[in-house]
């Protein structure tokens, strides 16, 4: 059996990807990308905020931006999302420090779905709460 090279087995596996088997590595990405604070944190950078144009931000930045993480939640965040590839981090040498954050393309091409998926909550939130009081009224 001829030896395959590491492109090989990578362009193999990706044909083989299948989210429904327990052992598909894709599995762990959709764990991650399904989290709430991935969604909020690429939408911000995307700049799906009112007055805000897409681009880098600062940490403190997204801090303010994503109400409600927690910093170490947000930098354990950040940390994954820059290990996938969907964000990059830039520190410039100034004093202090200045590090920034910013979508990849890979980001910017998972932050097309997220948008749509944002927007579909919020659009079914009405239906969503009827359903859940009829629910537990039943």
């Known amino acids: ?30 764990d991650r990308i399904s989290d709430k604070w991935v969604a909020l944190l690429i939408a911000a950078l995307a700049g799906d905020l009112p007055a805000r144009e897409p681009g880098p ?4 930045e997204l801090s303010r931006q994503v109400v409600g993480v927690s910093q170490k939640m947000l930098t354990q ?6 290990r996938d590839g969907l964000v990059t981090r830039t520190v410039t ?3 202090p420090v200045t590090v920034t954050y910013d979508l990849t ?12 998926l944002k927007s579909w909550a919020e659009q079914h939130m009405d239906e969503v709460f009827a359903h859940r009081e009829a629910y537990d009224a039943g």
């Open 1 to 30: 059996m001829p030896t395959m090279t590491a492109a090989q087995k990578r362009a193999r596996a990706k044909n083989e990807y299948d989210a429904f088997l327990a052992g598909c590595p894709s599995r762990e990405l959709l």
């Open 57 to 60: 931000l600062r940490y403190s």
């Open 105 to 116: 393309d890979l980001g910017r091409s998972l932050q097309t779905v997220m948008r749509q």
């Open 77 to 82: 965040t950040l940390r994954s999302l820059e």
């Open 93 to 95: 040498p100034t004093v």
